[in-house]
């Protein structure tokens, strides 16, 4: 899916869009939904809520938005950051 930058409530989030025309995986995505609702942890991105649109088959999971270094640009990176930086990333 995409992912785009948008405002909730004046705040910066992270909002995915994925469609699935397959109603199992729309089974399947809910359940995860019903989960990240109660996930809670310093070292995850926040979950903020989602927006289903049955009728277009479309859902856009609204998160936390986080700043710094993009994962893929890190992953691609030849040698992994200095241990210092690790748990500030």
Do not use: C, W
């Not at 899916?1 to 699935?20: E, I, W, Y």
């Not at 109603?23 to 809910?30: G, I, P, Q, Y």
């Not at 270094?69 to 890190?74: F, S």
């Amino acid at each position: 899916g995409q992912v785009v930058m948008a405002a909730l409530h004046g705040r910066g989030v992270a909002v995915k869009t994925t469609r699935s025309e397959e109603v199992s995986k729309l089974r399947a995505l809910v359940n995860e939904l019903r989960v990240f609702r109660h996930v809670r942890h310093p070292n995850l991105v926040q979950f903020y809520g989602a927006v289903l649109d049955a009728s277009q088959s479309q859902v856009a999971l609204v998160f936390e938005l986080l700043r710094g270094i993009e994962l893929h640009v890190l992953l691609q990176s030849r040698s992994p950051p200095p241990a210092s930086q690790r748990y500030y990333l």
